[in-house]
């Protein structure tokens, strides 16, 4: 169900001012349902426990049913500052990547999981908050 990394206690400030600042990176998909039935929305994302990020992946119908399925079970883990990275209805990969040189956590979305992780990148850069060489995924998710 869930996926870690370790990441340095300074994340843990830094997950809500990510969230706050990057809000859910929408990959393109509407909220609502997919067109093929056999598609459903995916979403992953991050919570901190103790200095410790770990990484939740959901699927839902909808964006905002996997998206409020990412932040149950995080916080059903126990986890504070849970935050939704990235959410797609598309066939695309989706990433959270964490920096801790600058606190940061971003999503991307892409065709591929390395194409998804320099959509992050370059999400946080955009963003004013530019990932160190050191900023790894945390969790993935690909059709």
Do not use: H, K, Y
């Not at 990969?93 to 606190?103: H, L, Q, R, Y």
């Amino acid at each position: 169900m869930a996926s870690t990394r370790l990441v340095s206690a300074i994340v843990v400030g830094g997950v809500i001012a990510a969230a706050a600042s990057t809000g859910i990176a929408w990959a393109g998909g509407p909220d609502g349902g997919t067109d093929n039935p056999n598609e459903v929305s995916e979403a992953v994302g991050t919570g901190a426990f103790l200095g410790v990020l770990e990484g939740f992946r959901a699927t839902g119908a909808t964006n905002g049913e996997a998206s409020a399925r990412v932040i149950a079970a995080c916080e059903q883990a126990g986890g504070i500052e849970c935050s939704v990275d990235e959410v797609t209805n598309e066939n695309l990969c989706i990433v959270s990547v964490a920096d801790d040189g600058n606190s940061t956590v971003a999503g991307g979305a892409g065709p591929t999981v390395e194409a998804a992780r320099q959509d992050a990148l370059q999400r946080a850069a955009a963003n004013g908050t530019p990932f160190g060489p050191g900023a790894g995924i945390v969790i993935s998710a690909c059709p």
